[in-house]
T-cell receptor, first 116, second 115 residues
Framework: EAGVAQSPRYKIIEKRQSVAFWCNPISGHATLYWYQQILGQGPKLLIQFQNNGVVDDSQLPKDRFSAERLKGVDSTLKIQPAKLEDSAVYLC??????????????FGPGTRLTVT | GESVGLHLPTLSVQEGDNSIINCAYSNSASDYFIWYKQESGKGPQFIIDIRSNMDKRQGQRVTVLLNKTVKHLSLQIAATQPGDSAVYFCAENTSGGTSYGKLTFGQGTILTVHP
């Protein structure tokens, strides 16, 4: 089966600019996650969707980050305005159901963002 | 041991040796644990998982051990191969009484396998 697709793979922007990332999960997966992975660290959950509803966005910096999952399939993550500390890999993952039920999360290749 | 920032713990082994990667988790309420492998330029890939009501689980060439008393998790890789070289993360899931668990990842260990 096709995996989780993300685009773009790389993005370089200047601070204070805006950027958007796109994710297409595995077909049929109800749950979609966005993670931020700073160099040398493990991924940190930013937001979790169940279908098109948000179930956890406690670690999303809402003053500059936003995400949506219209129609419960594809999702976009936006940063506006970007800061230097936003430089990281942004990973999208999907699973059949909520993570707490033990369903495996499948990760996309990520988008590497560099803010200069 | 614990490391901060870019100083990830590292483990170097010879091809064919057994590898043991350790992880200390933080939340005693965590009910599910997963090991992920991440190769350069790729997203994390599931290796093996274990629920908190178990203390050992075996897969193909991999074994996960869970010690809830000291909140310690380990991944054992038998007959390590060069293709096993990657960063390995443990992750703990906390349901918090909901159906939607939250994964918290550890910092990772760099495994290098020498031919």
């Amino acid at each position: 089966e096709a995996g989780v697709a993300q685009s773009p793979r790389y993005k370089i922007i200047e601070k204070r600019q805006s950027v958007a990332f796109w994710c297409n999960p595995i077909s049929g997966h109800a749950t979609l996650y966005w993670y931020q992975q700073i160099l040398g660290q493990g991924p940190k959950l930013l937001i979790q969707f169940q279908n098109n509803g948000v179930v956890d966005d406690s670690q999303l910096p809402k003053d500059r980050f936003s995400a949506e999952r219209l129609k419960g399939v594809d999702s976009t993550l936006k940063i506006q305005p970007a800061k230097l500390e936003d430089s990281a890999v942004y990973l999208c993952a999907s699973s059949w159901a909520g993570g707490g039920t033990g369903y495996e999360q499948y990760f996309g290749p990520g988008t590497r963002l560099t803010v200069t | 041991g614990e490391s901060v920032g870019l100083h990830l713990p590292t483990l170097s082994v010879q091809e064919g040796d057994n590898s043991i990667i350790n992880c200390a988790y933080s939340n005693s309420a965590s009910d599910y644990f997963i090991w992920y492998k991440q190769e350069s330029g790729k997203g994390p890939q599931f290796i093996i998982d274990i629920r908190s009501n178990m203390d050992k689980r075996q897969g193909q060439r991999v074994t996960v051990l869970l010690n809830k008393t000291v909140k310690h998790l380990s991944l054992q890789i038998a007959a390590t191969q060069p293709g096993d070289s990657a960063v390995y993360f443990c992750a703990e899931n906390t349901s918090g009484g909901t159906s939607y668990g939250k994964l918290t990842f550890g910092q990772g260990t760099i495994l290098t396998v020498h031919p």
